[in-house]
């Protein structure tokens, strides 16, 4: 029997603010445990929240990159459960009157795993969103051996929910989604999205049905994933499980499992059979929020979307969709390009040297682009010199390893080693003519029609300009002198 998969997505991002949610205790990864506390983020009785400005826009920005439609209203409620990470026993939500509702996010090829690029099922498909709400994270938990210890730095830090619909029918997907929806978070400004710092947490929905069925199977739960590949391995090793138990005529009840990542396998957490009833009700310290004047403001500073970037690549540098996609993909990267090629009149070959050369070398060396030691203009100046005929594209290669290695420019290395090409139309005829003059058989073997023997008295001339004839020109001047 053939399985119809409905997977939805619960997305936490944790935004990019100075300070948290509700109090003034900075947002700082890796600080000393409960080291950035207040009165506030410990829920200490009488504290009062005062609302983060910056959160708010942080979300309708979100909201507009995303094509949701914007509350004129928003307001705050209080989502009330016991656990230990959550020092007021509730949490800041929001529940009947989000910032935002509705909303896409496109998926593009590169965004799937590269395994999965050449089978995409739906090309281009826009994945839908319920809402986006904006909220309080709760404290870190750490399991020792025999104890457990809590961290309260995170508590408190504004945190971004964003929901799917249940419209994704693949772990590909999920990851497509994932990553399409990082990049814009990252272009936007809005978080920083580090999964292994948690700045970004996802939860997945899965439930499996006979693809003649209309209603949906058991939604089963998988929680607090914490990498996009992951979130593939889980829902791939969830899906499987879960055709194997229908295949045995198991009935599958709603459940929450967690994901080890060690064993490659999910493991119940716990059963239940309705949604958890957490009393909420409007928070009664904050006051609706109107956000009209958070539109007029977050309008300003909307980015060039990804999608935007590539189409716009493509059409004024004249480089292929696959190298505006792979370039895109980094928002360093993209601007790297950008500022190498706007001055190039050669903008691919600017690319050909970004996508091969510089990230193999950047990956070799283990460095970011922003440590990158070659600097945009002088890329640029490297392809100048190799499309003048001052170098060839082997010395290219040459000069480029250097400028890694030494930060120098590819001008002052090439000055250094005197390794500039002999253009002088002059100078190389007379070393072609001493070449011909001293190989008087391989150039008659060429008059006879054998032409390999023209590479032999290239390489004489090469030799002889101890490597700085330009190639082409040598060999143009070969042929026509043993033509005439």
């Known amino acids: 029997m053939k399985y119809l998969t409905t997977i939805g997505l619960e997305v ?60 004129d209203v928003s307001k705050f409620d209080r989502k009330n459960y016991f656990y230990p990470d959550m020092p007021k026993n509730y949490q800041i939500s929001q ?6 509702t509705n909303g896409k996010v496109p998926l593009h090829d590169l965004a799937y795993p590269k395994d999965a690029q050449k089978n995409i099922a739906i090309p281009d498909k826009e994945v839908h969103l319920v809402r986006i709400h904006l909220e309080e994270d709760v404290a870190k938990s750490f399991h020792f051996e025999t104890t457990t210890g809590i961290d309260f730095n995170r508590a408190g830090t504004p945190l971004m929910e964003i929901v799917t619909q249940p419209e994704v029918s693949s772990p590909e997907e999920a990851f497509a989604f994932l990553t399409a929806l990082k990049q814009i978070l990252i272009y936007g400004g809005v978080s920083d999205a580090d999964m ?7 939860d997945c929905n899965v439930s499996l049905r006979p693809e003649t069925q209309g209603e949906l199977g058991a939604k089963i739960e998988i929680k607090n994933m914490n990498s996009i590949s992951g979130v593939r391995r889980a829902l791939a090793y969830e899906v499987s499980r879960q ?29 239940k059979e309705s949604a958890h009833d957490y009393r909420y009700f409007p928070d009664p310290d904050l006051v609706p929020v109107k956000t009209e004047v958070l539109l007029s403001n977050v ?46 009149r050669r903008p691919k070959a600017i690319a050909n040297w970004i996508l091969n050369d510089l990230q193999s070398a950047l990956s070799a060396s283990g460095k970011t682009i922003k ?46 080693r005197g390794i500039e090409q002999l253009t002088d139309t002059t100078a190389v005829e007379k070393i ?27 390489g004489q001339v090469m030799k002889l300009s101890k490597g700085k004839a330009n190639p082409q020109m040598v060999g143009e001047i070969l042929e026509r002198k043993l033509r005439a």
């Open 196 to 202: 292994e710092k948690g700045q970004l947490r996802c």
């Open 299 to 344: 309008r300003a500073r909307l980015p060039e979307l990804p999608k935007h970037k590539r189409a716009r690549f493509v059409q004024q540098y004249e480089i292929t969709a696959y190298d505006a996609g792979v370039l895109a993909n980094d928002l360093e990267l993209a601007a790297y390009f950008e500022k190498a090629a706007c001055a190039s």
């Open 432 to 458: 072609c003519d001493e070449v011909i003059a001293a190989n008087p058989k391989p150039a008659a073997d060429f008059k006879g029609g054998n032409a390999a023997s023209l590479n032999f008295l290239k």
């Open 95 to 100: 529940y009947d009157m989000p910032l935002c």
């Open 12 to 71: 936490h991002a944790q935004l990019k603010t100075r300070s948290k949610m509700f109090c003034a205790c900075p947002v700082e990864f890796g600080a000393e445990p409960n080291s950035h506390t207040c009165p506030i983020c410990l829920g200490l009785p009488g504290a009062l929240p005062v609302m983060n400005e910056e959160a708010l826009r942080l979300t309708v920005l979100t909201g507009l990159m995303l094509d949701c439609d914007i509350a």
């Open 243 to 271: 055709i194997e138990a229908l295949g045995r005529g198991e009935k599958l009840e709603q459940e929450t499992r967690g994901w080890d990542d060690a064993r490659g396998e999910t493991f119940l957490m716990r059963t």
């Open 371 to 416: 440590q990158c030691p070659i600097l945009p203009e002088e890329l640029n100046e490297l392809v100048a010199l190799i499309d003048s005929g001052k170098i060839s594209s082997r010395q290219g290669k040459e000069v480029f390893a250097e400028m890694f290695a030494s930060g120098k420019s590819p001008s002052a290395i090439v000055q250094e």
